[in-house]
C-alpha cells in the first residue's frame, strides 16, 4: 500500500498540463494491476478534461450518443459522496443494458469502481478503475485496492483541478480589449444595440466580439459568456 502511494506521488511530482496527467492516468494500470484508469473534471470555471485508458472511439462514441444521460454509473455519482461499485447499481433496463454491452464490446469491462469528488466551486470530478474480471476475481481485487484507490482519486483531482482551471484562465486572460468591454457593458445590463451605440461600433461586430469572448472561455452562449468571465473576476464592474 505504502509503495503504491509513493508511486504515485512520485509520478505525479512536477506535472503541469494534460498530456503529463494523461501519462500518469494511464501508468495507474500498472500499479494497481488493472486494466483501465478514467479521470474527468468540470473545474469551477466550466473548463473540463477527460483523461485514461479507455479507447478514443469509445470515448467520442460515449459524447455522441449523450451515453450520460443513460449511464447508471454517471446518474448515481451526480447524488453519491461514496465510491460507486458498478456490480451494486441498477442495469436492468433496456438502455442501460444496452449502454453496459457496448461497453463490454469496447473493452471497457463489466466490473468498476467511480469514486465522485465535488469542489467548493462547484467542480465535479469522476474517478474510475474497471476490469473485465469475473465477480468472484474483481470482488478480491476491489477490496485490495479500495483504500489506495480513494488517496489516489483525490491526488489526481487536485492536480487536474490545477490544470483546467489554469487553462480557463490562461484562455480568458487573452481576451482582448474590445471584448472585454462588450462583456462588461453586457452584465451591467446593456443589450447589443446599446452597447454597439456605446462603443461607437455596429451590432455586428458586437456579435463577432461575443463570438470570440465565447470560444475564448469555451461558453455555450452569450450568457454562459458573461457568466464565465464574472466568475474568473475579469470584469470590473
Known amino acids: 500500500m505504502q509503495e503504491r502511494r509513493e508511486t504515485l506521488v512520485e509520478l505525479l511530482e512536477g506535472i503541469t498540463d494534460r498530456q503529463g496527467l494523461n501519462r500518469v492516468i494511464q501508468a495507474l494500470g500498472s500499479v494497481f494491476e ?3 484508469t478514467m479521470y474527468h473534471v468540470i473545474g ?27 449511464d447508471p454509473v454517471v446518474r448515481s455519482c451526480l447524488h453519491a459522496r461514496d465510491p460507486i461499485h458498478w456490480n451494486q447499481l441498477d442495469w436492468s433496463s433496456p438502455g442501460a443494458g444496452r449502454f453496459m ?30 476490469s473485465g474480471e469475473t465477480a468472484g476475481e474483481w470482488k478480491r481485487h476491489s477490496s485490495d485496492l479500495l483504500s489506495d484507490m480513494l488517496f489516489t482519486a483525490h491526488l489526481v483531482n487536485e492536480k487536474g483541478l490545477q490544470i483546467v482551471d489554469g487553462e480557463m484562465a490562461a484562455s480568458a486572460s ?3 480589449p474590445r471584448e472585454n468591454d462588450v462583456l462588461v457593458l453586457l452584465a451591467t445590463g446593456f443589450t447589443r444595440a446599446q452597447a454597439a451605440d456605446y462603443l461607437g461600433i455596429s451590432e455586428h461586430t458586437i456579435r463577432v466580439y461575443l ?6 472561455l469555451g461558453a455555450a452562449n452569450t450568457l454562459h459568456t458573461v457568466a464565465r468571465a464574472q466568475t474568473l473576476g475579469l470584469l470590473a464592474l
Not at 211 to 216: C, F, G, L, S, Y
Open 44 to 70: 469551477r470555471s466550466g473548463g473540463q478534461i477527460g483523461l485514461g485508458t479507455y479507447s478514443e472511439d469509445w470515448q467520442k462514441n460515449y459524447v455522441t450518443l449523450n451515453y450520460a444521460r443513460i
Open 211 to 216: 463570438e470570440t469572448a465565447r470560444r475564448k
Open 34 to 36: 488493472i486494466p483501465h
Open 174 to 176: 487573452n481576451l482582448s
Open 101 to 130: 454491452s457496448n461497453a463490454i464490446d469496447a473493452g471497457v469491462g463489466s466490473q468498476g469502481i467511480t469514486m465522485p469528488m465535488r469542489g467548493s466551486d462547484g467542480q465535479f470530478s469522476l474517478f474510475t478503475l474497471s
